[in-house]
């Protein structure tokens, strides 16, 4: 179809993010569902499909973990689909509830994201050591801390910036955590607590990491006609983009994310913002590690190349700030199970464009953007919602 509609938002509801909880994915699918559908006054019987957002198989140790998920979302006998791009996961779950709605086939979708990392044995490390190319990757035996090692210290040397500006954004969304009710990793440190502590690959210490998570996060999405029958209040998904690089990090200069300028762009001219830095109040970017929140900040073109550090440095970032960055808490305060944790972001745009985030609202905030990154630092997915 040709057909393109407006597309709401009129319900949220997440779980908390812990490390080791004793719910099943299929229990914290429906947790996160009913909250969502509790938020927005809607039953089951309301909705017309449900697309489910959930990364590596191994994380939950099912194979095709999605058709065991499909009871907890309540998809039982309908439309169903799994949309999978590794961490960019979160936020392209609801660009495919939004295509459903835009393009006239659906009017409601319950969007849901699910995370159990727990099952991972040792480590969710080990879910990711097969992902490499086998013949010119995999032999130097990676993993993805010394990966995203080098794309930090490329970053860090390409714009000279100092690390202490980087710790800053662990104390930043730690500490914005602390308001936040399932946050997992709320916590008031310091830029010396960050640099003190132990360094897994240089430059990547361990406060600069996210931790491992279980959890889950749903959005009720609606066509423009039915939100006004449940909502005088719709969140509107004005803009989607999604893009992705090649998977060969070699090939690419690791200080810019153009994946995600490209993502960006693509959601950008959707939902006519030219001037992004002056038109978004506030943004979530993905931020599983200190420096991506920056990188991922340049890339949604909210700042020069180079220039997040200085802009967090000087309090630009903070909640109180002129352009907010993770008031949520993000990835390292709030917690990571993948694909929830993008999803969580959404929710955080829905609860902040309508003045119901509590101690963590930005005050005036009408247009915000959600992004989320993944798989071989390759994924750029963004949504921009508006009140």
């Avoid at 961490?87 to 086939?105: C, D, E, Q, R, Y």
């Amino acid at each position: 179809m040709n057909v393109k509609r407006r597309v709401a938002v009129v319900g949220a509801g997440i779980t908390l993010f812990r490390r080791r909880l004793k719910e099943t994915g299929k229990e914290l699918s429906y947790l996160a569902a009913n909250a969502a559908l509790e938020s927005a006054g809607m039953t089951m019987d309301d909705i017309d499909c449900v697309v489910m957002g959930t990364a590596p198989d191994a994380f939950d140790g099912i194979h095709m973990k999605a058709d065991n998920l499909l009871d907890g979302a309540g998809a039982t006998r309908k439309p169903y689909s799994r949309v999978y791009v590794g961490g960019g996961t979160g936020v392209f779950s609801p660009i495919g509830g939004w295509w459903h709605i835009a393009s006239g086939l659906f009017d409601t979708c319950l969007v849901v994201a699910e995370e159990k990392m727990s099952p991972c044995i040792p480590h969710p490390q080990t879910a990711f050591r097969t992902i490499w190319d086998p013949i010119i990757t995999r032999p130097l035996n990676p993993n993805l801390v010394w990966i995203f090692a080098l794309e930090m210290n490329r970053y860090m040397k390409t714009y000279n910036i100092p690390k202490e500006h980087i710790a800053m954004v662990a104390v930043k969304n730690k500490g914005n955590a602390l308001d936040h009710p399932s946050a997992q990793l709320a916590a008031k440190i310091t830029v010396e607590d960050v640099l003190n502590s132990e360094t897994m690959v240089w430059p990547v210490q361990r406060l600069d990491i996210s931790p491992p998570s279980d959890g889950a996060a749903a959005l009720v999405l609606t066509s423009e006609d039915v939100a006004r029958k449940f909502t005088d209040a719709p969140v509107w998904i004005d803009g989607v983009g999604w893009s992705l690089d090649s998977a060969y990090w070699t090939n690419r200069d690791l200080c810019f994310p153009q994946y995600v300028a490209e993502a960006a762009k693509m959601a950008y001219k959707m939902a006519k913002i030219t001037d992004p830095p002056k038109e978004v109040d506030f943004a979530e970017p993905y931020d599983p590690f200190t420096y991506k929140e920056l990188h991922h900040m340049e890339g949604l073109l909210l700042a020069k190349k180079g220039e997040a550090p200085k802009l967090t440095a000087e309090g630009v970032t903070q909640r109180d700030g002129d352009l907010p960055m993770c008031p949520s808490g993000g990835l390292l305060g709030v917690g990571n199970p993948i694909a929830a944790a993008g999803l969580m972001k959404c929710c955080e745009m829905f609860w902040q464009l309508r003045n119901e985030a509590g101690k963590r609202q930005v005050s005036g905030a009408e247009t915000g953007v959600a992004q989320a990154w993944g798989d071989l630092m390759q994924v750029g997915t963004v949504t921009v919602f508006r009140r």
